[in-house]
């Protein structure tokens, strides 16, 4: 099975910050990654597709970065509404596998 | 509007079983791969299984290859997940989603607990 390592676990930040969460997986996974965000008591939402392809309708302020076996989200100004946990997805290889999560808090 | 809504959650004893059901809306379940993923707090979000939009194609988790089965009525619009011989292990949230370039959406989860 490729094992997805998220770092941090995670991290306080302020409104207006950039925040940088990574994703390394334990094999090439070509661009099959995705990006989630997901809120207490809400299903997870999709905010990057194929490694950077930005999901429609959510903000130009997400972006995902990498190749092979790192990758990126990154938030370049923090806002309120982005304090959740974030999860990012292989889909290249079944078993497909996500990372642990990153706690986006506030600071 | 695409939504997938999940029901059939409940608590059961090891060794049981239980059928959950994911109603879609919005698509055509058979257009598309579909899943079900499960969140539990030790081992975050973990991949299930999936049906292929043939309605006949499936893969599974090891961990539940054997006892748990996918499938689908084009009918109703539904996918199912049957979960025999259940284990503490198995006590998650599970979630439907559809398959495309990854998971595009996620149902809200139906909460499972095996526990005697």
């Known amino acids: 099975d490729i094992q997805m390592t998220q770092s941090p676990s995670s991290l306080s930040a302020s409104v207006g910050d950039r925040v940088t969460i990574t994703c390394r997986a334990s094999?090439?996974?070509?661009?099959?990654l995705g990006w989630y965000q997901q809120k207490p008591g809400k299903a997870p939402k999709r905010l990057i597709y194929?490694?950077?392809s930005l999901q429609t309708g959510v903000p130009s302020r997400f972006s995902g970065s990498g190749s092979g076996t790192e990758f990126t989200l990154t938030i370049s100004s923090l806002q309120p509404e982005d304090f959740a946990t974030y999860y990012c997805?292989?889909?290249?290889?079944?078993?497909?596998?996500f990372g642990q999560g990153t706690k986006v808090e506030i600071k | 509007e695409v939504q997938l809504v999940e029901s059939g959650g409940g608590l059961v004893q090891p060794g049981g079983s239980l059928r959950l059901s994911c109603a879609a809306s919005?698509?055509?379940?058979?257009?598309?791969?579909m899943h079900w993923v499960r969140r539990t707090p030790g081992k975050g979000l973990v991949w299930v299984a999936r049906?292929?939009?043939?309605?006949?194609?499936?893969n599974y988790a090891d961990s539940v290859k054997g006892r748990f089965t996918v499938s689908r009525d084009d009918a109703k619009n539904t996918m199912y997940l049957q979960m025999n011989s259940l284990r503490a292990e198995d006590t998650a949230v599970y979630y439907c989603?559809?398959?495309?370039?990854?998971?595009?959406?996620w149902g809200q989860g139906t909460l499972v607990t095996v526990s005697s």
């Open positions: 989603v559809r398959g495309l370039w990854g998971i595009d959406y």
């Open positions: 919005g698509f055509t379940l058979s257009d598309y791969w």
């Open positions: 049906l292929d939009s043939n309605g006949r194609t499936t």
């Open positions: 094999q090439g996974i070509s661009n099959n």
């Open positions: 194929t490694t950077s």
């Open positions: 997805l292989q889909h290249n290889n079944y078993p497909w596998t």
